[in-house]
Protein backbone atom coordinates (compact mmCIF):
# COMPACT_ATOMS: atom_id res chain seq x y z
CA UNK A 1 0.00 0.00 0.00
CA UNK A 2 0.90 3.50 -0.71
CA UNK A 3 2.84 5.52 2.17
CA UNK A 4 1.04 8.30 4.07
CA UNK A 5 1.12 11.92 2.40
CA UNK A 6 0.20 15.12 3.93
CA UNK A 7 -2.65 16.56 2.46
CA UNK A 8 -1.25 19.57 2.52
CA UNK A 9 1.89 18.68 0.47
CA UNK A 10 0.41 16.94 -2.36
CA UNK A 11 -2.91 18.92 -4.31
CA UNK A 12 -5.56 16.29 -5.55
CA UNK A 13 -5.29 18.86 -9.07
CA UNK A 14 -2.90 20.05 -10.93
CA UNK A 15 -4.22 22.37 -13.77
CA UNK A 16 -2.78 21.08 -17.03
CA UNK A 17 -2.17 17.43 -16.22
CA UNK A 18 -4.67 15.04 -17.56
CA UNK A 19 -5.05 12.95 -14.05
CA UNK A 20 -3.88 12.73 -11.15
CA UNK A 21 -3.89 10.00 -8.22
CA UNK A 22 -3.57 10.30 -4.32
CA UNK A 23 -3.21 7.83 -1.30
CA UNK A 24 -4.16 9.51 2.07
CA UNK A 25 -4.24 7.95 5.92
CA UNK A 26 -4.28 11.17 7.74
CA UNK A 27 -5.84 13.70 9.86
CA UNK A 28 -7.72 16.52 7.79
CA UNK A 29 -6.07 20.00 9.16
CA UNK A 30 -9.24 21.77 8.85
CA UNK A 31 -13.16 20.50 7.94
CA UNK A 32 -13.82 20.54 4.43
CA UNK A 33 -17.03 22.18 2.94
CA UNK A 34 -19.49 21.30 -0.01
CA UNK A 35 -17.61 21.91 -3.23
CA UNK A 36 -17.14 21.55 -7.11
CA UNK A 37 -14.73 21.67 -9.77
CA UNK A 38 -14.31 20.76 -13.38
CA UNK A 39 -12.67 17.38 -12.77
CA UNK A 40 -14.09 13.64 -12.91
CA UNK A 41 -12.94 12.37 -9.15
CA UNK A 42 -13.20 8.78 -8.62
CA UNK A 43 -12.77 8.10 -4.63
CA UNK A 44 -12.40 5.13 -3.05
CA UNK A 45 -13.37 5.15 0.67
CA UNK A 46 -11.80 2.61 3.32
CA UNK A 47 -13.29 4.55 6.07
CA UNK A 48 -16.89 4.96 6.78
CA UNK A 49 -18.51 8.38 6.23
CA UNK A 50 -21.28 9.23 8.32
CA UNK A 51 -22.48 12.40 5.85
CA UNK A 52 -21.90 12.67 2.50
CA UNK A 53 -23.33 15.09 0.36
CA UNK A 54 -23.47 14.57 -3.42
CA UNK A 55 -25.72 16.54 -5.41
CA UNK A 56 -28.64 17.10 -3.49
CA UNK A 57 -28.65 14.07 -1.03
CA UNK A 58 -27.08 13.50 2.17
CA UNK A 59 -26.47 10.20 3.73
CA UNK A 60 -23.98 7.83 5.04
CA UNK A 61 -21.71 5.66 3.14
CA UNK A 62 -19.59 2.34 4.23
CA UNK A 63 -16.21 1.72 3.87
CA UNK A 64 -15.03 0.03 0.82
CA UNK A 65 -17.54 1.93 -1.93
CA UNK A 66 -16.32 3.56 -4.67
CA UNK A 67 -18.14 7.03 -5.45
CA UNK A 68 -18.17 8.21 -9.05
CA UNK A 69 -18.41 12.27 -8.93
CA UNK A 70 -18.99 14.39 -12.17
CA UNK A 71 -17.53 17.33 -12.97
CA UNK A 72 -19.39 20.05 -11.67
CA UNK A 73 -21.34 18.06 -8.98
CA UNK A 74 -21.16 19.79 -5.65
CA UNK A 75 -20.20 17.37 -2.72
CA UNK A 76 -18.65 17.32 0.54
CA UNK A 77 -17.28 13.40 1.39
CA UNK A 78 -15.51 14.36 4.68
CA UNK A 79 -15.26 17.11 7.29
CA UNK A 80 -14.30 16.46 11.09
CA UNK A 81 -11.10 18.56 11.54
CA UNK A 82 -8.59 16.26 13.32
CA UNK A 83 -10.40 12.72 12.26
CA UNK A 84 -8.63 10.59 10.41
CA UNK A 85 -9.62 9.10 6.10
CA UNK A 86 -8.30 6.51 4.51
CA UNK A 87 -8.88 6.73 0.81
CA UNK A 88 -7.55 6.53 -2.87
CA UNK A 89 -8.68 9.32 -5.06
CA UNK A 90 -8.23 9.56 -8.97
CA UNK A 91 -8.53 13.13 -10.41
CA UNK A 92 -9.27 13.14 -14.79
CA UNK A 93 -9.59 15.97 -16.60
CA UNK A 94 -12.72 15.16 -18.46
CA UNK A 95 -11.89 17.18 -21.62
CA UNK A 96 -8.55 15.04 -21.99
CA UNK A 97 -10.69 12.29 -21.12
CA UNK A 98 -12.87 12.38 -24.46
CA UNK A 99 -10.30 13.49 -26.61
CA UNK A 100 -8.07 10.60 -25.77
CA UNK A 101 -11.17 7.94 -26.16
CA UNK A 102 -12.60 9.49 -28.85
CA UNK A 103 -16.39 7.91 -29.76
CA UNK A 104 -15.20 4.80 -27.17
CA UNK A 105 -16.42 8.18 -24.69
CA UNK A 106 -19.80 7.74 -25.60
CA UNK A 107 -19.84 4.42 -23.05
CA UNK A 108 -18.57 6.46 -20.23
CA UNK A 109 -21.80 9.30 -20.31
CA UNK A 110 -22.09 8.77 -16.66
CA UNK A 111 -19.19 10.74 -15.92
CA UNK A 112 -20.57 14.17 -17.60
CA UNK A 113 -24.09 13.85 -15.41
CA UNK A 114 -23.23 16.64 -13.04
CA UNK A 115 -26.73 15.01 -11.14
CA UNK A 116 -26.19 11.97 -11.32
CA UNK A 117 -23.08 10.80 -8.94
CA UNK A 118 -23.25 7.05 -8.43
CA UNK A 119 -21.66 4.51 -5.61
CA UNK A 120 -19.89 1.34 -7.10
CA UNK A 121 -20.00 -1.31 -4.61
CA UNK A 122 -16.93 -3.78 -5.33
CA UNK A 123 -16.39 -6.99 -3.00
CA UNK A 124 -13.36 -7.78 -1.19
CA UNK A 125 -11.31 -9.50 -4.29
CA UNK A 126 -12.36 -6.36 -6.82
CA UNK A 127 -11.50 -4.08 -4.02
CA UNK A 128 -7.76 -5.80 -3.88
CA UNK A 129 -7.81 -4.95 -7.38
CA UNK A 130 -8.79 -1.55 -7.61
CA UNK A 131 -6.34 -0.93 -4.53
CA UNK A 132 -3.55 -2.67 -6.50
CA UNK A 133 -3.93 -0.48 -9.60
CA UNK A 134 -4.24 2.45 -7.69
CA UNK A 135 -0.94 1.48 -6.28
CA UNK A 136 0.62 1.03 -9.03
CA UNK A 137 -0.09 4.33 -10.56
CA UNK A 138 0.86 6.22 -7.80
CA UNK A 139 4.41 4.77 -8.36
CA UNK A 140 4.52 6.62 -11.31
CA UNK A 141 4.74 9.81 -8.54
CA UNK A 142 2.83 12.12 -11.30
CA UNK A 143 5.06 11.56 -14.17
CA UNK A 144 3.22 10.96 -17.61
CA UNK A 145 5.33 7.86 -19.35
CA UNK A 146 3.35 5.20 -21.50
CA UNK A 147 3.47 2.98 -18.75
CA UNK A 148 1.67 5.95 -16.32
CA UNK A 149 -0.83 5.96 -19.15
CA UNK A 150 -1.07 1.76 -18.83
CA UNK A 151 -1.46 1.64 -15.52
CA UNK A 152 -3.97 5.02 -15.59
CA UNK A 153 -6.58 3.23 -18.32
CA UNK A 154 -6.17 -0.06 -16.54
CA UNK A 155 -7.37 1.17 -13.38
CA UNK A 156 -10.21 3.20 -15.34
CA UNK A 157 -10.94 -0.02 -17.15
CA UNK A 158 -11.44 -1.80 -13.46
CA UNK A 159 -14.03 0.73 -12.76
CA UNK A 160 -15.74 1.15 -16.15
CA UNK A 161 -16.43 -3.03 -15.46
CA UNK A 162 -17.67 -2.60 -11.65
CA UNK A 163 -20.24 0.08 -13.34
CA UNK A 164 -21.39 -2.14 -15.91
CA UNK A 165 -21.51 -4.89 -13.24
CA UNK A 166 -23.51 -2.73 -11.22
CA UNK A 167 -27.34 -3.18 -13.32
CA UNK A 168 -29.15 -1.46 -10.43
CA UNK A 169 -28.69 1.37 -7.86
CA UNK A 170 -27.90 -0.05 -4.50
CA UNK A 171 -29.51 2.25 -1.80
CA UNK A 172 -27.72 3.34 1.37
CA UNK A 173 -28.99 4.33 4.92
CA UNK A 174 -30.52 8.45 5.23
CA UNK A 175 -31.49 9.10 8.93
CA UNK A 176 -34.51 10.78 9.51
CA UNK A 177 -32.71 14.05 10.24
CA UNK A 178 -30.54 13.59 7.13
CA UNK A 179 -33.75 13.49 5.12
CA UNK A 180 -35.06 16.96 6.36
CA UNK A 181 -31.87 17.82 5.48
CA UNK A 182 -32.49 16.61 1.78
CA UNK A 183 -35.62 18.15 1.66
CA UNK A 184 -34.53 21.51 2.48
CA UNK A 185 -31.77 21.16 -0.06
CA UNK A 186 -34.30 19.35 -3.14
CA UNK A 187 -36.40 23.04 -1.99
CA UNK A 188 -33.83 25.06 -2.51
CA UNK A 189 -32.24 23.94 -5.62
CA UNK A 190 -35.74 24.43 -6.98
CA UNK A 191 -35.83 28.02 -5.74
CA UNK A 192 -32.04 29.36 -6.30
CA UNK A 193 -33.79 32.12 -8.12
CA UNK A 194 -35.38 33.43 -5.16
CA UNK A 195 -33.72 35.26 -2.01
CA UNK A 196 -34.95 32.88 0.11
CA UNK A 197 -34.01 33.34 4.07
CA UNK A 198 -33.63 31.33 7.01
CA UNK A 199 -36.94 32.90 8.00
CA UNK A 200 -38.74 31.47 4.63
CA UNK A 201 -37.41 27.84 5.06
CA UNK A 202 -38.69 27.59 8.21
CA UNK A 203 -42.33 28.39 7.56
CA UNK A 204 -42.07 26.56 4.74
CA UNK A 205 -41.17 24.01 6.61
CA UNK A 206 -42.97 24.27 9.81
CA UNK A 207 -40.07 24.31 11.53
CA UNK A 208 -38.42 26.73 14.46
CA UNK A 209 -35.42 29.05 12.54
CA UNK A 210 -33.03 28.07 14.99
CA UNK A 211 -33.29 24.55 14.94
CA UNK A 212 -33.19 24.40 11.03
CA UNK A 213 -29.91 26.27 10.87
CA UNK A 214 -28.58 23.69 13.37
CA UNK A 215 -29.89 20.83 11.75
CA UNK A 216 -28.75 21.92 8.65
CA UNK A 217 -25.17 22.71 9.69
CA UNK A 218 -24.87 19.28 11.91
CA UNK A 219 -24.91 17.19 8.63
CA UNK A 220 -23.98 19.97 6.05
CA UNK A 221 -20.98 21.12 8.25
CA UNK A 222 -21.45 24.54 6.65
CA UNK A 223 -23.78 27.42 7.63
CA UNK A 224 -27.12 27.44 5.76
CA UNK A 225 -25.86 30.38 3.59
CA UNK A 226 -22.83 29.60 2.87
CA UNK A 227 -24.59 26.36 1.15
CA UNK A 228 -27.14 28.46 -0.55
CA UNK A 229 -24.51 30.77 -2.45
CA UNK A 230 -22.19 27.98 -2.95
CA UNK A 231 -25.14 26.25 -5.47
CA UNK A 232 -26.09 29.68 -6.77
CA UNK A 233 -22.77 30.25 -8.37
CA UNK A 234 -22.43 26.49 -9.67
CA UNK A 235 -25.85 27.22 -11.41
CA UNK A 236 -24.03 30.56 -12.70
CA UNK A 237 -20.96 28.38 -13.88
CA UNK A 238 -23.45 26.51 -15.91
CA UNK A 239 -25.25 28.86 -17.45
CA UNK A 240 -21.87 30.64 -18.24
CA UNK A 241 -20.99 27.05 -19.81
CA UNK A 242 -24.13 27.26 -22.23
CA UNK A 243 -23.13 31.23 -23.62
CA UNK A 244 -25.31 33.33 -21.18
CA UNK A 245 -23.46 36.78 -21.00
CA UNK A 246 -22.57 37.38 -17.22
CA UNK A 247 -25.25 40.23 -16.95
CA UNK A 248 -27.95 37.51 -18.48
CA UNK A 249 -26.99 35.21 -15.61
CA UNK A 250 -27.03 37.95 -12.71
CA UNK A 251 -30.77 38.53 -13.78
CA UNK A 252 -31.55 35.04 -14.17
CA UNK A 253 -30.71 34.25 -10.68
CA UNK A 254 -31.92 37.11 -8.87
CA UNK A 255 -28.66 38.76 -7.53
CA UNK A 256 -29.35 42.50 -6.75
CA UNK A 257 -26.54 44.25 -8.79
CA UNK A 258 -23.98 43.14 -11.30
CA UNK A 259 -21.48 44.53 -8.83
CA UNK A 260 -22.20 42.20 -6.27
CA UNK A 261 -22.50 39.08 -8.29
CA UNK A 262 -19.25 39.70 -10.09
CA UNK A 263 -17.63 39.64 -6.13
CA UNK A 264 -19.18 36.87 -5.25
CA UNK A 265 -18.71 34.81 -8.07
CA UNK A 266 -14.72 35.88 -7.93
CA UNK A 267 -14.71 35.12 -4.20
CA UNK A 268 -16.67 31.43 -4.49
CA UNK A 269 -14.31 30.17 -7.94
CA UNK A 270 -11.01 32.51 -7.70
CA UNK A 271 -12.01 33.96 -10.99
CA UNK A 272 -13.92 36.59 -12.32
CA UNK A 273 -17.63 35.75 -14.42
CA UNK A 274 -16.34 37.23 -17.37
CA UNK A 275 -12.73 35.77 -17.62
CA UNK A 276 -14.27 31.98 -16.83
CA UNK A 277 -17.00 32.96 -19.76
CA UNK A 278 -14.23 32.93 -22.01
CA UNK A 279 -12.40 30.17 -20.94
Not at 209 to 231: A, E
Request: proline share 6%; with cysteine.
Amino acid sequence: MATDKNPMETPLYHIGQPFDAAYRNSATPFPVGPHSHNATEFYLTLTDLPDVLLGDTVRAVPAGTLIVIPPFCVHQLYHEAGASYERYILTVQDKWLSLSLGEGFADFSYLEESSAPCFLFPDLEQKRELIRHFDELLSFEGRLSPDSLVAFFTLLSDIHSLKKMQKKPHSLPVSASQQKVNDIIAYLNEHLRENLTISDLAAHFYLNPDYLGRLFKRHMHVPLGHYITLQRINAAEALLREGKTVSEVQELLGYSSYAYFFRTFEKVTGISPSKYRKL
